[in-house]
T-cell receptor, first 114, second 114 residues
Framework: EAAVTQSPRNKVTVTGGNVTLSCRQT?????MYWYRQDTGHGLRLIHY???????QIGDVPDGYKATRTTQEDFFLLLELASPSQTSLYFC?????????????FGSGTRLLVI | GDSVTQTEGQVALSEEDFLTIHCNYS??????LFWYVQYPGEGPQFLFR?????EKGSSRGFEATYDKGTTSFHLRKASVQESDSAVYYC?????????????FGAGTQLIVIP
């Protein structure tokens, strides 16, 4: 079954720490996305990509880097983590040519920055 | 830019009550409109979509009608069950963009009391 898998499921780091969140999709989709979910704000797009080596800036990119190494793998990097980045992070994939109906989310990574 | 507004942050109902969750959008042209549902511990899941004025989308007893005149896509269900308790997201897809992305509302938490 096609899927989006995120790791780790939970992560705790200290302020100023270095964190990498991983996402792998087996949907053969060309687009991948990183969102953060916060109460009162819903899902906000951080970065996205339409293929290996490509990166597009989303709506809340400050403090985040991302890299798409293959069609399957998309990483979110926090090089100097801050408490404001404590959040629930979701990865998603889509083949936009299908009109977004195949937008598939992972189960999320909960990050706590102390 | 494109945006989606959900006015209710939380809705509490009793089983068999009628549900309405309001969604209004701001975008040019005819964007695709979506409803997603998110259960605890999971990522959002596609519920249904509509792509043109007066089109009705539906799934699992939920429905919404695309209304360009009022720029709305309100979610309705005639009789809710406890199992419908979840967070519901309205989303907009910019079909005019070459880069596939969705704009999500802030989400509405539905609590159904047995």
């Amino acid at each position: 079954e096609a899927a989006v898998t995120q790791s780790p499921r939970n992560k705790v780091t200290v302020t100023g720490g270095n964190v990498t969140l991983s996402c792998r999709q087996t949907n053969s989709h060309n687009y991948m996305y990183w969102y953060r979910q916060d109460t009162g704000h819903g899902l906000r797009l951080i970065h996205y990509s339409y293929g290996a080596g490509n990166l597009q800036i989303g709506d809340v990119p400050d403090g985040y880097k991302a890299t798409r190494t293959t069609q399957e793998d998309f990483f979110l990097l926090l090089e100097l983590a801050s408490p404001s980045q404590t959040s629930l992070y979701f990865c998603a994939s889509s083949d936009a040519g299908t009109g977004f109906s195949d937008y598939t989310f992972g189960s999320g990574t909960r990050l706590l920055v102390i | 830019g494109d945006s989606v507004t959900q006015t209710e942050g939380q809705v509490a109902l009793s089983e068999e009550d009628f549900l309405t969750i309001h969604c209004n959008y701001s975008a040019s042209g005819y964007p695709a409109l979506f409803w997603y549902v998110q259960y605890p511990g999971e990522g959002p899941q596609f519920l249904f979509r509509a792509s043109r004025d007066k089109e009705k989308g539906s799934s699992r007893g939920f429905e919404a009608t695309y209304d360009k005149g009022t720029t709305s896509f309100h979610l309705r269900k005639a009789s809710v069950q406890e199992s419908d308790s979840a967070v519901y997201y309205c989303a907009l897809g910019d079909r005019g963009s070459a880069l596939g992305r969705l704009h999500f509302g802030a989400g509405t938490q539905l609590i159904v009391i047995p």
